[in-house]
Nanobody, 123 residues
Framework: VQLQASGGGLVQSGGSLRLSCAASEFTFSSYHMAWFRQAPGKEREFVARINKSGSTIYYADSVKGRFTISRDNAKNTVYLQMNSLNPEDTAVYYC?????????????????WGQGTLVTVSS
């Protein structure tokens, strides 16, 4: 199983970025996908989750209304569109996959993780 995250970078406050996570070597459409992030010195925190079909989505309160998670099962890819970024969004962003439905915000529920992509938002 491989999850390859990309799209991170340096952006000014108020800007936008789109993260992608390409999956390979497993049946992507059978897994719920999520994005987590980890800022320096902090624990990994939940950002957003999308179910297998894309019909159910959850967001952390801190990103609701600014971030949008989506997936393309034909391309084995999950996306995170991030708008109105602020310095508090600075973190390494990880994509993750799980076959479990419950407790979607808990990192331990996820079977597979990507390597992370760094997002830095300057003020």
């Amino acid at each position: 199983v491989q999850l390859q995250a990309s799209g991170g970078g340096l952006v000014q406050s108020g800007g936008s970025l789109r993260l992608s996570c390409a999956a390979s070597e497993f049946t992507f459409s059978s897994y719920h996908m999520a994005w987590f992030r980890q800022a320096p010195g902090k624990e990994r925190e939940f950002v957003a989750r999308i179910n297998k079909s894309g019909s159910t989505i959850y967001y952390a309160d801190s990103v609701k209304g600014r971030f949008t998670i989506s997936r393309d099962n034909a391309k084995n890819t999950v996306y995170l569109q991030m708008n109105s970024l602020n310095p508090e969004d600075t973190a390494v962003y990880y994509c993750a996959a799980t076959s479990s439905y419950g407790f979607y915000s808990i990192p331990g529920q996820y079977n597979y993780w990507g390597q992370g992509t760094l997002v830095t938002v300057s003020s």
